[in-house]
């Protein structure tokens, strides 16, 4: 049963349009500019006060860092790629979600502020989120590496790991994947159905911002929508969803490509829930969090990267 928390957000949600912004695209590139602002990229102040945060460059673009004041106590390094459509800096849901992280297990926790669309594409968003990993992650072992991905940060963690396996690089521990949004055309007819359920997303926005990302590719190009590609190889996987977010049937075609490639994928549904509700501020969150950590503890083992790796094909490929 949805809590009365939740029911009071999602009615929060109505009453302030937070669906405006994906109605349609033309509302999406009006809001652009209140949605790209710089400083929307940067932690907050209650996140530099409380833990030791890093900025480094990449591509000419940040990466954040946050750790533990007095050092980690964990050997994990989460990276996370932020959702948001590709058009959309971090939210504060992400820098709180981060901090619940760190808290509850003293990991390291890395955030890419990848460029966005439309004016860059696919061409500059991956390659830039690729060298961020390499770079974060070069101090950690493999098994100790955890990759998240939230809503468009979906397709950006299949995408890291499909292109580890394709190069014959370590997997990480593990892949998280919440309201992952992996079939960039966005008209799966259960989307449709649930477009007047969904208190966020609209499909026609996310249609044009897929458009945006794809560049001059196909939409069902495996190379910009993994919900046509093979997951063989790629790390244990966990996806959360509730049953109001009309990227349902995404997170369910990660599950069926997970079991056609042999790759474990844990799908946890949430009746009721909204997208990302695993960040927001209320029970489910919590329960779904606990149900993250102890998947994380427990993950089985990911198939070990060959030197002939996948298909062979190499990131330039994608650029």
């Not at 991905?149 to 790991?161: F, K, M, N, Q």
Request: hydrophobic letters at 40%; proline letters at 9%; aromatic letters at 8%.
């Amino acid at each position: 049963m949805t809590s009365l928390r939740a029911r009071a957000l999602i009615a929060r949600m109505r009453l302030w349009h937070s669906k405006r912004f994906y109605a349609d695209p033309a509302a999406m590139r009006a809001g652009l500019p209140r949605h790209q602002v710089q400083k929307r990229s940067r932690p907050p102040r209650r996140i530099t006060a409380k833990y030791d945060v890093t900025r480094r460059e990449v591509d000419g673009h940040p990466v954040f860092t946050i750790a533990p004041r007095g050092g980690p106590g964990s050997p994990w390094h989460i990276f996370h790629m932020h959702g948001g459509g590709f058009v959309e800096s971090t939210e504060p849901h992400h820098w709180r979600f981060a901090a619940r992280i760190v808290e509850q297990t003293g990991c390291t926790y890395s955030l890419p502020m990848y460029p966005l669309a439309p004016e860059c594409d696919h061409r500059a968003i991956v390659p830039m989120v690729e060298d961020s990993y390499e770079l974060v992650t070069r101090e950690t072992a493999p098994e100790n590496r955890i990759v998240f991905g939230d809503s468009a940060g979906g397709t950006l963690a299949l995408t890291l790991a499909r292109h580890l396996y394709e190069s014959g690089r370590p997997q990480p521990r593990a892949l998280a994947l919440f309201s992952p949004w992996i079939d960039l055309a966005t008209d799966d007819p259960m989307s449709l159905d649930l477009d007047d359920r969904d208190p966020e997303l609209g499909v026609s926005g996310l249609k044009q911002a897929g458009r945006w990302y794809a560049g001059e590719r196909a939409l069902d190009d495996p190379h910009i929508s993994p919900a046509f590609a093979d997951l063989t190889g790629i790390a244990p996987a966990i996806v959360f969803i509730g049953h109001r977010d009309i990227l349902l049937p995404d997170a369910r075609r990660v599950a069926e490509l997970g079991a056609a490639a042999g790759v474990p994928v844990e799908l946890h549904e949430y009746p009721g829930m909204i997208h990302n509700f695993i960040m927001k501020n209320i029970p489910e969150a919590r329960q779904a969090t606990g149900e993250l950590l102890h998947f994380l503890r427990t993950a089985p083992t990911a198939i070990p990267a060959t030197s002939e790796g996948g298909t062979g094909n190499d990131r330039a490929d994608h650029r």
